[in-house]
């Protein structure tokens, strides 16, 4: 049921004129979570781009976006 209300009367306007009835959901698609996070690049706290590891933090970045510290000795 919707309720619609005249703010200037405070009275309700159509309440017993308008129904709404179950609906489904639309444009929801399902989430890929089966996708294995891989490893795009590497970079120092500089901000250098590593080709390898290196001993301290370095800043991982993943094929979904998400960023990581990492602590290497």
Do not use: W
């Not at 049921?1 to 309440?15: E, K, T, W």
């Amino acid at each position: 049921m919707v309720l619609v209300i005249d703010r200037s009367s405070n009275y309700i306007v159509n309440a017993a004129r308008c129904s709404i009835g179950a609906h489904g959901t639309t444009g929801v698609e399902a989430v890929n979570t089966q996708t294995e996070r891989v490893e795009v690049a590497r970079f120092n706290l500089k901000g250098q781009r590593l080709s390898a590891p290196e001993p301290g933090i370095n800043v991982v970045k993943y094929n979904d976006g998400t960023v990581k510290k990492v602590l290497v000795r």
